[in-house]
């Protein structure tokens, strides 16, 4: 049975703080025993309800001799995502508009931000010339080929990448597929990057840098302090050193720009989690907007913006798990229903990529341990 998340922090005890531990250790032991070719992974998590932390901490060692802890920082992949959508909203409801004068709204057509796009229109079955527009990036619904899927053939995914470049490959590509259909794309939120840097808030001369914007607009609402960006960490960062390391492509930050290029740690992450909950990240109406299903991913997951959506009985589950080269993170927040939507979240980094489906699994499994009596 679930609890009301608001009655979650009262219902957290020594007992349950125990068998959470376990649990995590258990995943780790069992994570170490798969690959016993590999060093020994470390993990952060932290669990909280409405803001009150019920556990953080940290497993093994982020480097040799250097515990893990809650405040480790780890490359957290696509959770990047959520702030980048957050960033492109809140230049939406601040009023900002394109260098050209062009206001800045979520049906905006891609065609009048970016030159040579005309052809970003429907061209599978279906209804035509249906213009690809910045909500269609924002929930995954642009039917833009996911680069990272079908890398551009000029390209390099083993190599170094400029965003100029990649821009000018991405904007060769064509929609394809069902028109205004889910279809996960790390080129949507790459390109989401590219607009914020061609929008211009009302007073000043000239967009921000898509790093400068979040850095100086969005971390400081969430007051996160360990939170950067790959190869740009917060100062004072205490680096988780990648182990057992797989995946070999797209390790170069231009790659993952806008989509999975960002570092945090589990206690930075609560901190967001609380303050995207406590309506200190966006007006209402616009974070309303990424946890509202609209890209329809099976028969009971959505696509918001930035985040999952799952639509159960008593609650709902937003989420958003992460992988690049060398770590895999999950942010998750369950929140009840009507009333005054108590939540309660779990996040958690790991400096490995070999475990993506397990480390989601073990999310899930303390989310209900959190919340079962």
Do not use: C
Not at 296 to 322: K, N, Q
């Amino acid at each position: 049975m679930w609890l009301a998340s608001s009655a979650a922090a009262a219902a957290w005890t020594p007992k349950k703080a125990a068998e959470a531990n376990r649990v995590v250790e258990q995943f780790l032991l069992h994570l170490n025993a798969s690959h016993a070719d590999l060093p020994e992974a470390a993990l952060s998590l932290a669990i909280g309800s409405r803001g009150a932390l019920l556990l953080a901490k940290g497993y093994g060692e982020a480097a040799p001799g250097v515990p893990a802890s809650a405040h480790t920082v780890y490359h957290v992949g696509s959770i990047a995502k959520q702030f980048t959508a957050a960033a492109v909203l809140d230049l939406i409801s601040r009023h900002a508009h394109l260098r050209n004068g062009t206001a800045l709204s979520l049906d905006l057509a891609l065609a009048d931000i970016f030159d040579g796009v005309e052809h970003w229109t429907a061209q599978g079955v279906g209804p035509r010339n249906q213009a690809v527009t910045l909500r269609n990036l924002l929930t995954m619904t642009s039917n833009l080929p996911n680069f990272t899927r079908r890398p551009p053939p000029a390209t390099n995914p083993w190599g170094r990448i400029g965003a100029p470049e990649l821009l000018s490959e991405v904007k060769k590509m064509r929609p394809w597929g069902w028109p205004k259909t889910f279809e996960y794309s790390n080129t949507s939120y790459f390109l989401l990057a590219e607009v914020i840097e061609e929008a211009v808030r009302p007073g000043e001369a000239r967009p921000s840098a898509y790093y400068d914007y979040l850095r100086q607009n969005i971390f400081p609402r969430a007051g996160l302090v360990e939170t950067g960006f790959i190869g740009h960490y917060a100062p004072g960062s205490e680096v988780a050193i990648p182990v057992g390391r797989r995946l070999r492509v797209f390790d170069q930050p231009s790659w993952l720009k806008g989509s999975a290029d960002m570092t945090s740690s589990a206690a930075d992450l609560f901190a967001w989690n609380t303050a995207f909950m406590g309506g200190r990240v966006l007006p209402p109406e616009y974070a309303a907007l990424m946890i509202t299903g609209t890209g329809r991913v099976s028969p009971e997951i959505y696509y918001g913006m930035g985040w999952f959506v799952e639509y159960r009985r008593d609650h709902e589950l937003f989420s958003h798990a992460g992988m690049v080269p060398g770590y895999t993170s999950i942010n998750m927040i369950a929140a009840e229903t009507g009333g005054d939507r108590g939540w309660t979240s779990v996040t958690l980094l790991l400096n490995t990529d070999v475990a993506p489906d397990e480390l989601q699994n073990l999310a899930k499994e303390l989310m209900r341990l959190t919340q079962e009596r």
